[in-house]
């Protein structure tokens, strides 16, 4: 056998045994059955949810059995059950679109220009040091407290609801975008230089993609905290959304109506939250991150 | 399909805290087309500073770097470069990271993918990511995407220096047939001396401190080369002899 010939069956042995189907049945655990492997993922799906649902049992029995107060704490149930009469009379659906409404157009405004200006701060020295001094001043500057400001200036409509929520999302945004570029490994850029990309290039096939694991950080962030000043700017001078009905079961006294508002809150955040999970896990399929034990 | 490369009173000086210091001294160095020249020193010899010259990544340097008698101005599609390590894009697979440097119609650019896959023997991975692939593998995708655009040079930079002892043998011979295929200017640079000699028809030797020279040491066998030729071994010991790790004396001269 030729030197040659004993390369390429070499190079084909060593393939062998890594072919990536292997691999991954091998991550995997061997082949089980159907059931086998329902046993064995059983505990991954349910675990997560045995806390609450303890946590919900016991006190729809305290409330049922009057052991806690049921006006101050009703019982699930009667929440539930508020909720579902909200639904009906389609007030639920009202307030929800109108907190979504805001909770989106905020986002967008604000997680665009933080993807845009902590961009520009990541890729050049110039901007950084003309913006990047500005911007984290003004990022301690708490954002609730604005909101006697933005009334004051822009009355009680959308507009200073959408500025709040843009406002609290954009700073996670710009500083993880920011993070992000810095965090590319120079090595990877030098191969774009090898191949002689232009700026825009760099940017798109280089900077971003190694960005985008970090860049997701700041949009999950982003939006948690964009939820939370929505909460805050309904709950002052709104006529339609989730805290303005929290709101409302404040003033009249109504604890179901304040919990069935925090319910949807958390369901649609949740909802919201998990949807954004599933791009990151698409976009981010190549990764090779610790994903814990 | 291969170009000449020239150092003419290359040197380079790097900054420091302590001043500057010189890396490599003027040297001169050619590089016949379609030849296989190593470069072999240990650490600090400026071996790799060289290639980095060569490649265009690295333009601070004094007197002249010539490809094909033409000044080097910045890095080029027509000279290929493998790193130590691998560099593939982790969000791109096997296939998109050769693809890389490939401007051509999307019919020619799969031919020509195609075409390295099978080179590399890597055609079953192609939609795998870098994660999935092992170091061999990694860097063989790596030597793949420098050769795409099909460059007149190619620049290896310690490519298999992080690789298990038996990998990097394997990856030798795959070298060699890569070589001879493509018929471009190989430059390689190594510490590695055997790795020198089995592949190279000259070998560069290069001293530290500042970096400079020492030898050529010419390796005139064909290829395929085989690793139990006594005619290699004779050279190996030339090589070994010249940095005082052969022949009596040495532990003395070790101290």
Known sequence: MSVQEQAKSALFAESDHLDPRVRRAARSGARRSFVGRLWRRAPRAFLPYLLPVVILASWQVASRTGFADPVMLPAPTTVLHTLWGSARDGELWDDTRASLFRWVVGFIVGGLSGIVLGAAVGLYRIAELLLDTSVQMFRTVPHLGLIPLLILWMGLGESPKIVLVALACFFPVYINTFAGIRNVDRKLIEVGNVFNYGPAKMLLRVVLPGALPQIFTGIRYGLGVA??????????????????????????????????????????????????????????????????? | MSQSIELDGFSRTFDSATGPVQAVAPTDLRVEPGSFVALVGPSGCGKSTILRAIAGLDREYEGNVLV????????????????????????????????????????????????????????????????????????????????????????????????????????????????????????????????????????????????????????????????????????????????????????????
């Open chain 2, 68 to 255: 094909e008698g033409r000044p080097v101005n910045g890095p080029s599609v027509t000279r290929g470069i493998a790193f130590q390590e691998h560099r593939l894009f982790p969000w791109l697979t096997v296939e998109e990271n050769i693809a890389l440097g490939l401007q051509t119609t999307k019919l020619e650019r799969k031919r020509r993918v195609k075409d390295l896959l099978d080179l590399v023997g890597l055609t079953r991975f192609a939609s795998s990511y870098p994660r999935e692939l092992s170091g061999g593998m990694a860097q063989r995708t790596a030597i793949a995407r420098a050769l795409a655009p099909s460059p007149e040079v190619l620049l290896l930079d310690e490519p298999f220096g992080a690789l298990d002892a038996f990998t990097r043998l394997q990856l030798q011979d795959a070298l060699q047939e890569i070589w001879q295929r493509e018929r471009v200017t190989a430059l390689l640079v190594t510490h590695d001396i055997e790795e020198a000699v089995t592949l190279a028809q000259r070998v560069v030797v290069l001293r530290a401190r500042p970096g400079t020279i020492s030898d050529v040491i010419d390796v005139d066998l064909s290829y395929p080369r085989d690793r139990s030729d006594p005619r290699l071994d004779a050279r190996r010991r030339q090589l070994l002899a010249h940095f005082g790790l052969v022949g009596p004396g040495r532990q003395a001269a070790n101290g």
């Open chain 1, 227 to 293: 939820w939370l000043a929505l909460v805050i700017s309904e709950l002052i001078g709104a006529d339609a959304g989730l805290g303005y009905m929290i709101q409302m079961g404040q003033s009249v006294s109504r604890v179901d109506i304040v919990m069935a508002g925090l319910l949807v809150f958390a369901v649609v955040g949740k909802l919201v939250d998990a949807l954004v999970k599933v791009a990151e896990r698409r976009l981010l399929r190549w990764r090779d991150a610790y994903v814990g034990v």
